[in-house]
C-alpha cells in the first residue's frame, strides 16, 4: 500500500468515526405523548358530562429532533400542530380559545407564563419554537388549555422520553 493510500484510508475512517460519534432523534409522533388531566364543563350536555376518555389529542404534524456534533454542540428542533378530536361525536372540535404552557422539561403547568401562548377560534394549535434551538432538548412539555362555550380541557403534551 502507497504512503498516499494509507493516509486516504486512516482520513476516511478517522472522518466515519468522528460522523458516527453525533446523536439525533426521530423526528416521528412515536415520540408523541399525551393525556387528559381535567375537562370542566358549565352546562349539562345530553348524555352525560364529557370525561377526559371522551378526548383524543391527534399531532398534524410533530417534529421532535436534535443534532450533536462531536463536541456535543447540539441544535434542536422542537414544533408540533395538535387538534382535540371527541370520540362520541366523531368530530374535530373548534376552540373559542388555546392556552399554551410550554416548558423545556416535563412538568408544564399554568405557572410558566414565561413561554405563554393563546389561540382564539381554532381547531388547530401549534407550538414549539420552531428549528435550530442552540443545544438539546430532549425533555419537552406543554399544557394546553382548550375553551369552548360549554366548558374546558386540559392536556399534558411531552416527549416520549418524560416519565
Known amino acids: 500500500m502507497t504512503p498516499f493510500r494509507a493516509v486516504s484510508l486512516i482520513a476516511c475512517l478517522f472522518g466515519l468515526a468522528i460522523f458516527s460519534s453525533g446523536c439525533s432523534t426521530v423526528a ?12 370542566r364543563s358549565n352546562v349539562p350536555s345530553p348524555g352525560g358530562r364529557p370525561t377526559p376518555t371522551d378526548f383524543q389529542l391527534r399531532a398534524k404534524s410533530w417534529k421532535h429532533e436534535w443534532r450533536c ?37 416535563c412538568n408544564a403547568s399554568l405557572d410558566d407564563r414565561g413561554n405563554y401562548k393563546t389561540v382564539t377560534d381554532a381547531e388547530v394549535v401549534s407550538f414549539g419554537w420552531g428549528d435550530n434551538r442552540k443545544g438539546k432538548y430532549e425533555h419537552v412539555s406543554a399544557l394546553l ?19
Open 145 to 163: 388549555v382548550f375553551y369552548a362555550d360549554w366548558g374546558s380541557v386540559n392536556a399534558h403534551v411531552r416527549t416520549i422520553v418524560c416519565p
Open 69 to 105: 456534533n462531536v463536541f456535543d454542540t447540539c441544535d434542536t428542533d422542537f414544533l408540533s400542530t395538535v387538534f382535540v378530536f371527541d370520540k362520541r361525536t366523531g368530530r374535530q372540535l373548534n376552540w373559542n380559545r388555546v392556552e399554551v404552557f410550554l416548558k423545556d422539561d
Open 28 to 39: 416521528t409522533g412515536d415520540t408523541f405523548r399525551y393525556g387528559f388531566s381535567d375537562v
